[in-house]
Antibody, heavy 120, light 108 residues
Framework: QVQLVESGGGVVQPGRSLRLSCVAS????????IHWVRQAPGKGLEWVAI????????YYGDSVKGRFTISRDNSKNTVFLQMNSLRPEDTAMYYC?????????????WGQGTMVTVSS | DTVMTQSPATLSVSPGERATLSCRAS??????LAWYQHKPGQAPRLLIY???TRATGVPGRFSGSGSGTEFTLTISSLQSEDFAVYYC??????????FGQGTRLEIK
């Protein structure tokens, strides 16, 4: 069964850090780019970051650039999102997602999400 | 950045009727346009990619069309399970990958 499972969310104070994990199963993990996408309460979807299949290319959305770092460990089928200097506006459900076998950057498999709340 | 604008914000349609959702890009995205369905408490679901290719398992009542800057998602005969929020997404000009703000499809 092809799936992605996120973990690591929680409640954190502004300025603190949190690391999210996304564990994959059911497909050849090292063949695919992985993305993080978030949804703030009552808002739409926002793309956060991408890491290429072997981890040598990483890109970020402007709102998280310089604060968030995406990484992966292909031996453990896991992608991480290190979130530093968290702000209240980072409060959101965070999803990881993989792109298509064709290489197109549309997301055919999503995890169920992990909730991050940034509040004092 | 390529801004994606969806219309209408909310669409009220009766079961069995056709629904037409629109998405406009601030610049050409070629055919690199996807549509997602999102229900509360669930992960988004890919419906359409490459403007008009249905994802695996997506019913034939969902179809996508358009090119350049104007795109449409059509649901030919609405079923009860189709009422949800729909997002378009461009992946032509990135980073960043960008989504529209969503269209809420509700029961009339």
């Amino acid at each position: 069964q092809v799936q992605l499972v996120e973990s690591g969310g929680g409640v954190v104070q502004p300025g603190r850090s949190l690391r999210l994990s996304c564990v994959a199963s059911g497909f050849t993990f090292s063949n695919y780019d992985i993305h993080w996408v978030r949804q703030a309460p009552g808002k739409g979807l926002e793309w956060v970051a991408i890491i290429s299949n072997v981890g040598n290319n990483k890109y970020y959305g402007d709102s998280v650039k310089g604060r968030f770092t995406i990484s992966r460990d292909n031996s453990k089928n896991t992608v991480f999102l290190q979130m530093n200097s968290l702000r209240p506006e980072d409060t959101a459900m965070y999803y990881c997602a993989k792109d298509l076998p064709t290489g197109e950057l549309a997301f055919d498999i999503w995890g169920q999400g992990t909730m991050v709340t940034v509040s004092s | 950045d390529t801004v994606m604008t969806q219309s209408p914000a909310t669409l009220s349609v009766s079961p069995g009727e056709r629904a037409t959702l629109s998405c406009r890009a601030s610049q050409s995205v070629s055919s690199h346009l996807a549509w997602y369905q999102h229900k509360p408490g669930q992960a988004p679901r890919l419906l359409i990619y490459g403007t008009s290719t249905r994802a695996t398992g997506v019913p034939g009542r969902f179809s996508g069309s358009g090119s350049g800057t104007e795109f449409t998602l059509t649901i030919s005969s609405l079923q009860s399970e189709d009422f949800a929020v729909y997002y378009c997404q461009q992946y032509n000009d990135w980073p960043p990958i960008t989504f529209g703000q969503g269209t809420r499809l509700e029961i009339k």
